[in-house]
């Protein structure tokens, strides 16, 4: 037997609902509110120049920001914790931009993860869309500077020549559908961190990611994205050195057979966001 509350019931029933729906749900823009948490992972050394710039970008609905600090010799940490009180510091062992990662993936308490920049090249408003592709239904949300809508300001002719043919080999060797290869603004959903195991230091992390994530047959969505010019400092990286520690982890991992779900499938499943 069915029963109706009376309405002075059934409103505050409503209201009890709403409540709980907005304590599970965190509006993200005018199309989309989420429940999981978003981690946001910026590796950073003698930046504390370049991170009010960062901070003030990131959206304030983000669950955490894990700040892995390279041995920095500045005031990259203390600018960190007053710009934010909450972020999460964790000192870095080792070295390179690859281990910084790796150490902050692991500090990371949201199921989203998403790597920004120190230096300020990346637009942390742009984190929307790449969280609308992963709760779209991607794994993993690659941003790339070559899609349609993306953009550089910081690439010369011969990196942009090196990263294009790096590109074409990856997508050749693995039956990818990139248009950009060695960006380091991405996301994805944590548990992916168990399909692709992560094992190298340097900047050609980015690289193995991608490769990786295409072995394990991860669905894969690319997020046009806008790179910036460096505000302070100056850049480590090395197109030639850099290129041929890129070009190394593709010959490495051409030798490796794929596992994971759906190998043998073209992992990208589209180049826009989904919003």
């Known amino acids: 037997m069915s029963s109706v509350l009376p309405s002075s019931n059934r409103s505050a029933a409503e209201g ?9 749900y965190r509006p993200i823009s005018s199309h989309l509110a989420i429940a999981p948490p978003v981690s946001v992972v910026i590796p950073a050394m003698n930046e504390a120049e370049n991170l009010p710039h960062v901070f003030k970008t990131l959206p304030d609905w983000i669950h ?9 010799t500045d005031d990259t940490v203390r600018v960190a914790r007053e710009l934010r009180p909450d972020v999460v ?24 993860i998403v790597m920004v920049d120190a230096d300020g090249s990346a637009d942390g408003q742009e984190i929307v869309s790449y969280v609308s592709a992963l709760v779209g239904g991607a794994d993993f949300a690659k941003g790339s500077r070559f899609a349609n809508g993306g953009g550089t300001d910081d690439m010369t002719p011969v990196r942009k020549l090196g990263n294009w043919a790096l590109c074409t080999a990856v997508n050749r060797k693995f ?41 394990a047959g991860l669905r894969v ?10 505000i302070h400092g100056v850049s480590n990286l090395s197109a030639v050195r850099d290129g041929i520690r890129v ?29």
């Open 89 to 112: 510091v964790v000192k870095q062992v080792g070295k390179g931009k690859g281990d910084a990662l790796i150490s902050g993936f692991a500090a990371c308490t949201g199921e989203i």
């Open 175 to 215: 039956g990818a559908r990139y248009t950009d290869l060695c960006y380091g603004y991405n996301a994805f959903w944590k548990h992916c961190l168990d399909r692709i195991t992560l094992d190298c230091t340097g900047f050609e992390i980015e690289t193995l990611m991608n490769i990786r994530v295409v072995k």
């Open 16 to 24: 009890i609902e709403i409540a709980q729906m907005e304590s599970e």
């Open 221 to 230: 969505q690319e997020v046009p994205s806008h790179e910036y010019n460096r």
């Open 64 to 72: 955490e920001v894990v700040l892995v600090d390279g041995n920095s």
């Open 247 to 275: 070009l190394k982890v593709i010959l490495r991992e051409k030798r490796v057979r794929r596992t994971g779900r759906r190998a043998a499938v073209p992992a990208v499943i589209g180049r826009r966001p989904v919003l």
